[in-house]
């Protein structure tokens, strides 16, 4: 199998599809949200909505525009992705994806200011987060970026530029892992390499945002700390 291997500053990493798998869990908080919310299509909501803000969505698929009532509703949505978590596949609702574990257990030990060598930048809320997380058993970076703390989240280049810059580094020297067309479109607004995984989007959608690397998972990428980044070696498909 032919290998590519490039040094990086930091790894800036999506959360959702990238590193844990919650799809399950996320399809049920959403038929949870069309009792309140009898409108909306979910085929059609899990077809568009994954990689893009809890709030973002809201707004786009259950019209709330009042911006209280959606941070309450985004709240009550990402718990509802908790609790249906916790009642799928005996409570292993949020698991880690293939790959994960070789990869943090590579990074884990550099995750702390004032240089940490990786970074997780995710659309979820702070709350969803840190739970996704700590019910996947993924160690929490110090670089961490969430949806509250950005203007404009994925496609726009916001929260890859804030994660390169709580690593102290440019984004330039940067690599994205991401599953989603609008992250991949965020890490190459924020001028970043890319690495898109066919984790949760078909090849054709994926394709289409033109990622730097196109791999099924983390289990295709291999990395190495050094004393001043990563290096990164992605296994290509024959």
């Known amino acids: 199998m032919p290998s590519v291997t490039f040094h990086v500053d930091a790894v800036l990493a999506d959360m959702d599809g990238t590193l844990v ?3 399950a869990a996320v ?3 959403w038929d949870v949200f069309k009792l309140s919310y009898p409108h909306i299509d979910v085929t059609q909501i899990l077809s568009s909505s994954h990689g893009v803000r809890t709030t973002d969505n809201l707004r786009i698929h259950c019209g709330i525009t009042d911006p209280d009532e959606l941070e309450r ?3 009550r949505f990402e718990m509802a992705i908790v609790t249906s978590a916790s009642a799928t596949n005996g409570g ?3 698991v880690l994806l293939p790959g994960v574990k070789a990869a943090m257990d590579e990074l884990a030990p550099r995750k702390a200011l004032p240089n940490p060598l990786w970074a997780i930048c995710t659309s979820a809320t702070r709350i ?5 997380l700590k019910l996947a058993g993924v160690p929490m970076p110090d670089a961490f970026v969430v949806a509250e703390d950005v203007a404009q989240g994925k496609p726009y280049p916001d929260p890859y530029l804030l994660g390169a810059k709580l690593c102290g580094v440019k984004p330039e020297n940067c690599v994205v892992l991401e599953d989603a067309p609008a992250g991949v479109r965020s890490g190459q607004a924020a001028g970043c390499k890319t690495i898109g995984l066919l984790t949760s989007h078909s090849r054709e959608q994926m394709e289409a945002v033109k990622p730097d690397f196109l791999v099924k998972d983390l289990s295709s990428v291999s990395m190495k700390c050094t004393e001043n980044g990563v290096d990164v070696t992605v296994h290509l498909e024959d």
């Open 21 to 23: 798998d919650s799809k």
């Open 92 to 94: 292993s609702g949020i």
């Open 73 to 75: 509703e985004a709240e």
């Open 27 to 29: 399809e049920g908080a």
């Open 128 to 132: 969803y987060a840190t739970t996704a």
